[in-house]
């Protein structure tokens, strides 16, 4: 038996200058060994004469199969958010630097989730996620919509979420026309489950409000005791000014 390191040293050694083997390779490798430059292991020949044309990786090859690939049921193409950058969609393949990575798969109308895993030179590591669409109420609500209140909401009683001033996605220098995701972490701590939609409003820095939503339809949910973030997911028409703060909305 013969490995891949030992393959990728014999091609290095006597290949071509691609690092291929060619059908020439067993006779130089042959006159190496006999000149004492290399040592021949019967299997080594074996490769030689039987694997022409065996190349050694390179790091672009590396490259193009380092990262990861998080599937979701159903292919529901949720977006992988690590440290507030969206790196892309599930169910496609991420090229990644090797090492350690936290990411949050998110997709609006689902509850978000933390994946782990660490990447290593070359390979591809794999992550199965399952997202839960996000629950809502049975009756309907004909009510006119209130005006969010800012940060803090209480509801249902015994919920309570307050900000850990934690935040991901888009930046106050990205934000532009087009699709923005702004992610808040709260921590509920009251003693039920909070449920309620998320949206944001940015003001200028004279405090003029430039672009408001109080989001999708779909609720968002964090259970008692609970730390986890709530995303806005934003489609900015135009903006008239310069944004200089973003302000969460939620709302029951």
């Known amino acids: 038996m013969i490995y891949d390191s030992r393959k990728k040293d014999l091609a290095m050694a006597v290949g071509n200058d691609g690092g291929c083997i060619t059908a020439e390779s067993w006779m130089k490798a042959s006159w190496m060994d006999l000149n004492k430059e290399l040592t021949l292991y019967p299997d080594d020949i074996k490769f030689l004469r039987n694997e022409i ?3 050694t990786t390179t790091e672009e090859d590396e490259l193009a199969t380092q990262g990861v690939l ?4 159903g292919a529901i193409k949720a977006i992988v958010i690590e440290n507030g950058e969206i790196l892309g969609e ?5 090229q990644l630097g090797t090492g350690p990575h936290t990411v949050t798969v998110a997709k609006d109308g689902y509850v978000s989730q933390d994946a782990s895993f660490v990447v290593y030179a070359g390979k591809t590591a794999s992550r199965y996620v399952i997202l839960k669409a996000v629950e809502t109420e049975d009756e309907e609500e004909e009510e006119e919509e209130e005006e969010p209140e800012e940060i803090e909401v209480t509801t249902p009683i015994g919920a309570l979420i307050k900000p850990t001033m934690n935040t991901k996605g888009t930046t106050i220098d990205e934000i532009a026309v087009g699709e923005n995701v702004f992610g808040f972490e709260f921590k509920n701590v009251g003693d039920k489950t909070w449920y309620g939609r998320v949206g944001v409003k940015i003001y200028d820095e004279d405090d003029v409000v430039l672009f408001e939503t109080l989001g999708s339809e779909s609720r968002q949910n964090i259970k008692a005791g609970e ?3 709530l995303w806005a997911y ?7 000014g310069t944004p200089d703060k973003v302000t969460v909305l939620l709302t029951s």
């Open 227 to 229: 730390i986890k973030y």
């Open 53 to 55: 044309g065996y190349c």
């Open 90 to 94: 599930t169910d496609t393949f991420i």
């Open 70 to 73: 998080i599937s979701t049921p």
């Open 234 to 240: 934003v489609e900015i028409e135009s903006l008239a």
